[in-house]
């Protein structure tokens, strides 16, 4: 009989041949910014927990209660459900509503908004789950070059932008992409680490965007996500969009977990983020690195040596692995440094060291 798996296999092949083949490391945190890293001892200068909050003793103790059960709409549904989204609603003045991850979120708003006959406009640089959401509502699509609000054609019935891109750190200036169409920001890295009260970039600059999208599993130290709209859009969301309606509810715990996190997502903490993200960057910048990046996402380009440069980054203790294609375009991989509220000077200096010598090595 021929090899029933022969083609998976090919492509297995196929990936480890172009350096591609992706492995999972076993990750066993031991405080705000250290983890074993398979076994290993290592400074984490790689995580989204900008907060340091994910160890947190609070979000810990949180974590209780049963499984998801079912869809919220069956008897997926909790209190600690209810007392998130009233949190998420009064946070970020306009109700709220939970997705599972921010995966979900974002298939779930963009497959509701929009759809055939209409045109999204998105960010060429935009995450994979806008890419996804767009590809599914059906509507027409176009592509802006990275940051070109003036691109962004009079026909558009609605725009996408993430307010501090995963990948380049970046922060673009949400005036400009405001218009007759609706504007859906995706505020993942931005919620709790950004602006006033945590409420992010639009709310730092000013704007109201029609659509946000916002998660728990990155400065809030949970995990799930949240989307912040008009009444009308809560009440398509509960009973059209798939990813709400067709997946188990997030686990009572993580709903908990998250309403302390939001809590204890203190101006304090964003200060300490913004103080070390500071160092981090002006320390790259002055050993020779190519930084991107305005705020607590610190890329530092590598090209081709992307992964001896992260190999010789694990060999000092600093874990912050590679980013490659497709996660980024061919020729602009990086390492993506991360800056947390809880890493020390000492801690800092020690990363810039690790990346002048690593950057150095031949
Ligand atoms: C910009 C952006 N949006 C959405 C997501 C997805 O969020 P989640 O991890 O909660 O699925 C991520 C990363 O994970 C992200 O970087």
Not at 185 to 212: N, S, W
Request: charged share 20%; with cysteine; proline share 4%.
């Amino acid at each position: 009989m021929a090899d029933r798996y022969a083609r998976l296999r090919a492509r297995v092949d196929g990936l480890e041949i172009a350096g591609l083949r992706r492995r999972l490391r076993v990750v066993e945190p031991t405080s705000a910014t250290n983890a074993r890293v398979d076994g290993r001892e290592m400074l984490i200068f790689c995580s989204n927990d900008y907060l340091g909050l994910s160890a947190h003793p609070d979000i810990k103790a949180a974590f209780v209660g049963g499984g998801g059960n079912s869809a919220r709409l069956v008897s997926g549904n909790r209190r600690a459900h209810e007392a998130l989204e009233a949190a998420l609603s009064e946070t970020f003045g306009r109700p709220a509503t939970l997705f599972p991850s921010g995966y979900a979120a974002n298939l779930g708003l963009y497959t509701t908004v929009v759809g055939r006959g209409d045109l999204a406009v998105s960010d060429a640089l935009n995450h994979a789950s806008i890419i996804d959401g767009l590809r599914l509502s059906r509507a027409e699509r176009t592509i802006l070059p990275h940051g070109d609000a003036a691109a962004i054609p009079r026909s558009a019935t609605l725009v996408a932008t993430e307010t501090c891109f995963s990948m380049d750190g970046d922060i673009p200036e949400l005036q400009a992409w405001t218009g007759a169409h609706w504007l859906a920001v995706d505020e993942a890295h931005a919620v709790g680490a950004l602006g006033p009260q945590g409420r992010g970039v639009a709310a730092a600059q000013g704007i109201t965007p029609d659509f946000v999208v916002g998660t728990l599993g990155k400065a809030y130290g949970a995990a799930g996500a949240f989307v912040i709209g008009p009444p009308e859009l809560r009440e398509l969301l509960v009973s059209t969009a798939r990813s709400f309606v067709y997946t188990t509810a997030m686990p009572e715990g993580v709903a908990a977990a998250a309403l302390v996190g939001l809590k204890l997502a203190s101006t304090e903490r964003r200060e300490r983020l913004c103080a070390n993200a500071y160092r981090l960057r002006r320390g790259l910048r002055d050993v020779g690195a190519t930084v991107l990046g305005d705020a607590h996402i610190i890329p530092v380009l590598t090209g081709a040596r992307t992964m001896e440069v992260a190999a010789r980054l694990g060999d000092a203790g600093i874990f912050a692995p590679g980013i490659r294609f497709p996660t980024v375009p061919r020729g602009h991989e990086r390492i993506r440094l991360t800056a947390c509220s809880e890493h020390t000077d000492a801690q800092i200096d020690r990363c810039i060291d690790a990346v002048a010598r690593a950057l150095a090595a031949r």
